[in-house]
């Protein structure tokens, strides 16, 4: 479908007038205060299944007709969920099948969200039928502007239905042939032949979960339930609504689902924003943020996305959940904003009388006034989105990225050997990433199948697993002029976590990176690699790879342990390009440094020219250039050229900017 934008932001969030239906004189007072608050938006129907079907075929559209008329009456934009997230009580009661069924083998009972079965033919058929009478209720309404498919899809369910669908997914897998499932799995091992399909069954605690083919294939086939369950639900949607964009919202680094591989089913990826501000390293949860953003950026080629949700104050679900100081979410908004976001939106609007979520953090407290510090913020906050209409629609593409997998994520999870803990392949990426985000530099992150051709620059940090062909892409990327960078713990394992033979890196990868990699170390917690590069001694942790030389020149040397002598870093012109190995896990000082020089070859340079100070950070969207103090002190920051404040007007040659504060400029 072609690409549709509102002409401003998106603001506004999860608005659940269901739970206030008897006292409807509050839906008005909603709709006074939206005015207030400058929100232009409202997500509503997420959860509202009891209210719409209170018995088996018998709707009740009347009061979302009443608040669809009332936010048009208002100028606002209606996202129109569908309510498959949670379902009537008459539904699991009549159809149990409907309810998941967990690993123990045990079906749930009614209760909860997200806790249907994602096969059922029947759950499909009344969700299906749901959907199509919303669509034909709504699809002329003026104020339907998106549909917001269910809530944060996820989990898995263990019922004989969700059985025979894996058998038949793993029989179009497998060419239907046994013994190549046998052989690709390693099924010799501790004598796992299996005879037939039908002796498959999902991983379990109590069963088999030592296979992680299995727990690959599992995962897989899970990633496309939910892709087959969300095509089931837009049938009716797209079939009446062809011009309605539809997403559906995304959490994070959740790796239930390969979202990548979801998200090139959405018209537009949106995703749940709940960073944790109050936690001390307040530059650390925002360059994890950022890094967050541009994973979700890069999952439809630089095309705006939308943050389906975020908090405007607090949160109910950590262990303590502190207020975050006021000018914090604005930032956080802002940061989305800069980053690609064509919306920031709230979970919620109104808080909720009763029920799990009462104590969390709403645009309209319990108090009920405009008069709180969470609302002012909030309105001040829609003032400024509103100057921001120059960016609405604008795509980010950036000449560098960082290859963040989410299947080569479960591959890492997976695997018995080196390091079992400190594994985590989000934050070796993010790790990486930060060099990028703390000049400047636009960087995309991408999984491992993206075109790579037009990037000058690719880090590939810990490509465990390569599949469908990433070893000739990425020798034919730095063959035609490409610079590769990779780490210790790359090229190992195929698809089925089957291991490459004839040494490491995988085939072909050796001689683009012109190393073989013999052996890798593992370090205890507190143990540290050590490097000498450019003169200078670096430390690394986690694993480190004992490199020989097959063409590449060392650029680095090891110092410490029984390798000390074998490479820390290696180059090899390969074709037009270059690849480069790091071969122990540095920290920030050696990515930094070893980067810089790079980037600057490279053209790789930051939007704004300035000296960003630690903390602040700089994105360009479109004409305007964004800088954010993610401190809670003042800064400042130089800039080499005067700019125009975009907000105030002003000409500015320096940007002075508040505790988590921010400017925007002109470019
Ligand atoms: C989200 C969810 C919302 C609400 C919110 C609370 O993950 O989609 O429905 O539960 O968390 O933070």
């Known amino acids: 479908m072609k690409d549709k934008y509102y002409e401003h932001i998106i603001h ?25 608050a400058h929100v232009n938006s409202a997500t509503v129907g997420i959860f509202a299944w009891s209210l719409l079907e209170p018995e088996e075929g018998v709707f009740n559209f009347g009061w979302l007709d009443e608040i669809m008329d009332k936010l048009a009456a208002h100028g606002k934009r209606a996202i129109l969920a569908t309510p498959s997230g949670a379902r009537p009580p008459w539904l699991a009661g009549k159809y149990p099948e409907v309810l998941r069924v967990e690993e123990t083998g045990l079906r749930n009972e009614y209760g909860v969200r997200h806790n249907h079965c994602l096969t059922s033919p029947v759950y499909r058929e009344k969700v299906r039928e749901i959907n199509r009478r919303l669509a034909e209720r709504y699809k002329d309404h003026p104020a339907l502007f998106m549909w917001h498919v269910s809530n944060e899809y996820g989990g898995e369910c263990h019922c004989e239905l969700c059985q025979a669908a894996f058998r038949a997914w793993l029989r179009n897998e497998y060419d239907n042939d046994i013994d190549q499932l046998n052989f690709k799995w390693w099924n010799g091992f501790w004598s796992h032949r299996f005879n037939s399909f039908e002796q498959i069954s999902s991983p379990k605690f109590r069963g088999e979960n030592h296979v992680p ?33 539809i997403t559906t919202n ?29 936690a001390p390293d307040t530059v650390g949860t925002a360059c994890e943020t950022a890094f967050a953003h541009d994973i979700f950026r890069s999952m439809k080629n630089g095309k705006p996305f939308y943050m389906m949700e975020s908090t405007p104050s607090v949160v109910n679900s950590r262990p303590v959940n502190k207020l975050p100081r006021s000018g914090v979410q604005e930032l956080a908004a802002i940061q989305a904003v800069a980053h690609g976001a064509d919306s920031v939106q709230y979970f919620q609007w109104r808080k909720s ?23 002012r913020d909030t309105a001040r ?8 209409d120059a960016v609405v629609g604008t795509r980010t593409k950036a000449q560098a990225a960082v290859i963040c997998d989410w299947e080569n994520s479960w591959a890492i999870d997976f695997y018995s050997g080196y390091r079992r803990d400190g594994r985590n392949y989000f934050k070796a990426c993010e790790a990486w990433y930060r060099a990028f985000w703390e000049s400047g530099v636009p960087v995309d992150v991408v999984p491992m199948d993206a075109e790579l051709s037009e990037y000058k620059l690719v880090i590939a940090p810990y490509l465990y697993m390569l599949k469908n062909g990433t070893e000739k892409r990425l020798k034919t990327y730095v063959e035609n002029g490409g610079c590769l960078v990779t780490t210790p713990l790359s090229g190992i394992v195929d698809k089925d976590d089957l291991c490459f033979l004839g040494g490491l890196p995988a085939g072909e990868l050796k001689d683009v990176f012109g190393v073989w990699c013999e052996e890798t ?13 450019n003169g200078k001694t670096y430390y690394g942790s986690g694993v480190c790879d004992i490199l020989h030389l097959r063409g590449a020149a060392a650029q680095g040397e090891l110092q410490s342990g029984f390798y000390a002598g074998f490479p820390a870093l290696t180059v090899n012109r390969f074709g037009k390009g270059r690849a480069y190995y790091c071969a122990f896990c540095p920290g920030a000082d050696f990515i930094r440094d070893f980067l810089a020089p790079l980037l600057a070859e ?10 960003l100070p630690r903390g602040v ?6 004409d305007l250039i964004f800088l954010m103090n993610f401190t809670n002190e003042e800064q400042t920051a130089e800039l080499k050229k005067t700019y125009t404040n975009h907000l105030t007007g002003e000409t500015v040659a320096r940007a002075a900017l508040a505790p988590f504060g921010y400017a925007v400029l002109d470019a």
């Not at 104590?359 to 006034?369: C, K, L, S, T």
Request: hydrophobic share 35%.
């Open 602 to 611: 490279y053209g790789l340079q930051s939007d704004i020219e300035a000296c």
């Open 353 to 375: 009388r009763g029920g799990h979520e009462k104590f969390h953090g709403a645009v309209v407290d319990h108090y009920g006034g405009e008069d709180t510090r969470v609302f």
């Open 521 to 533: 170390d593992a370090l205890y917690d507190g143990e540290r690699s050590e490097a000498l590069f």
């Open 213 to 245: 083919a299995l727990k690959l294939a599992w995962r897989r086939f899970v990633t496309d339930s939910h892709i087959s369950f969300y095509e089931n639900e837009i049938a009716p949607l797209r079939e009446l609504t062809p011009e309605t964009p």
């Open 12 to 36: 506004g969030g999860d608005y659940n007038p269901d739970q206030w239906i008897d006292t409807k004189e509050i839906w008005d007072e909603d709709m006074r205060l939206m005015d207030l």
């Open 250 to 278: 995304l959490m994070r680094f959740y790796t239930g689902i390969d979202y990548q591989k979801l998200a090139k089913r959405l018209d537009l990826v949106s995703w749940d924003n709940y960073p944790e501000w109050s």
């Open 381 to 388: 906050l829609g003032v400024v989105l509103e100057k921001l």
């Open 617 to 622: 950070s700089a994105s360009r969207r479109g």
